[in-house]
């Protein structure tokens, strides 16, 4: 398994371009189920999760090729099942269901795997798709769907789960009537996933709100779509900046998106501004303190939360971060104690006492945005960290290691 060797590294000072989003070309993969022609999707991020997408997609009957970060698809006869191999890999494969339902009327689709972070459920997504006339059994571990034709429905969440808000956009499109959720999940990718449905000829409103109503359409087309920037990466380089009291100018970076995120930085003493070409992010004056709340958006991702505790140890006084979206996600704090944080977890909140001094440590990472942190403590920790199990960055984020060693940081790769 490959591993990064992570050195103490002085300020990183320079231009980043942040990638596609992950979390949005992931959902509009799968929803490419549903129209017939050619579907071009640009600024796709060249991601392990991406690469596992498109073998799903061949293995359910759909060409890709990918030339750059552009991805074209293009679906044939459509086969209903979706194997354990490919899903167990990825939560996010288990979206292939609802949309063929709505195309094949049955599905047989893995119980999905994922990131160690909690039980993680798909309940929400059943239960929905069951309101749009889906009937569902459970069978070796697989996911059995049938349904005579999907009609729209109105569907209550329980809570508003980002993965089931796009899984239901998806199976409702073309699904007869008009479908109403209610309690949605008001994240940009799930805005970004209705765009492209919309572009495909879909008639989806309210987005990015609440409430989305969505009329089923008789058949979507292929189109040509670009997918929206990276938040969570971008986030995470703006919490590098200030680590190494440096200054980066941020590329495409989605700053409205990240508005929560913005706040809290700012209140530590993060200096980020909107300049031509981007946004640039530097440190101002010592970092202090702050408590941090996990929402859904347009609350504290809880994709950013183990970066900014790393940002915490390094800021001066107490902070607290509460983690209200996943049980089961700090596991990134026991490492950092490795290498010599001083963080306390109680039920699901985490006390940060600042100014710490790292050393470096082999460490290993857990999820995808634990390994995140555990790099960024990385740079400022004496000595050699030895970041193991980066599979999961790999996962996540597109060249990492390059771009953080363009700006000066100084990482290296060795290969298993
Ligand atoms: C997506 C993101 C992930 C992010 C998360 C929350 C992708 C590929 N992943 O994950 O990076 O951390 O949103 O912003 O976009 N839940 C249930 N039953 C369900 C579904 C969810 O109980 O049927 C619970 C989960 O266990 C979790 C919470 O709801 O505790 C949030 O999950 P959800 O919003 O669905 O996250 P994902 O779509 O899996």
């Known amino acids: 398994m490959d591993k990064l060797i992570v050195e103490k590294s002085g300020p990183l000072s320079g231009t980043v371009t942040i990638s596609g989003s992950k979390n ?29 997408s498109c073998k ?20 044939g006869q459509l086969n209903p099942h979706a194997p354990y191999e490919l899903v167990k890999t990825m939560r996010a494969s288990v979206l292939c269901l609802g949309p063929l339902l709505a195309v094949l009327g049955e599905a047989r689709v893995s119980m999905p795997g994922g990131c160690a972070i909690g039980a993680r459920p798909v309940d929400i997504h059943l239960t929905g798709l069951e309101q749009l006339g889906a009937t569902f059994e459970l069978e070796e571990g697989y996911i059995i769907g049938r349904t005579d034709g999907l009609k729209g429905a109105h569907i209550v969440m329980r809570f508003p789960s980002v993965g089931a ?9 073309m699904a007869e009537g ?11 990718e799930v805005a970004d996933l209705a765009n492209f449905l919309n572009a495909c000829g879909a008639r989806i409103e309210g987005q990015g709100t609440s409430v989305i109503r969505i009329e089923g359409v008789n058949g979507l087309r292929g189109t040509t779509y670009r997918v929206m920037s990276d938040r969570i990466e971008a986030g995470t380089f703006m919490m590098a900046a200030p680590l190494t009291g440096g200054e980066l100018l941020l590329e495409h970076c989605p700053l409205p998106e990240l508005d929560a995120v913005a706040v809290k930085l700012r209140e530590m003493g993060v200096c980020i501004e909107e300049v031509a070409g981007g946004v640039r992010v530097a440190c101002g004056d010592d970092l202090v303190g702050v408590d941090v709340e996990t929402m859904p958006y347009p609350g504290f991702p809880t994709d950013m939360q183990a970066q900014i505790t790393t940002l915490m140890c390094s800021a001066k006084g107490l902070s607290m971060v509460e983690e209200n979206i996943f049980e089961n996600r700090f596991m990134h704090v026991m490492e950092l104690n490795r290498m010599g944080a001083d963080i306390k977890v109680k039920g699901h909140t985490a006390i940060i006492k600042g100014m710490r001094k ?16 555990l790099v960024l403590a990385g740079l400022v ?18 060249k990492m290691e390059d771009k953080l060693t363009a700006v000066g940081a100084r990482i290296t790769r060795v290969r298993a």
């Open 358 to 373: 790292l050393v470096g440590a082999p460490v290993m990472a857990s999820d995808l945005r634990a390994s995140a942190s």
């Open 178 to 188: 008009e479908t109403v959720i209610e309690n949605a999940a008001r994240e940009p």
């Open 165 to 173: 808000t796009e899984h239901l956009i998806m199976a409702a499109a």
């Open 24 to 52: 949005a070309a992931l959902p509009i993969l799968m929803a490419c189920i549903l129209p017939t022609g050619r579907i071009e999707l640009q600024n796709v991020p060249r991601l392990a999760d991406i690469r596992t």
């Open 381 to 398: 920790a004496e000595g050699k960290t030895e970041v193991q199990r980066i599979y999961h960055l790999d996962r996540g984020y597109e």
């Open 56 to 75: 799903l997609l061949n293995i359910l009957g759909c060409n890709t090729s990918f030339e750059g970060n552009t991805v074209v698809i293009e679906c």
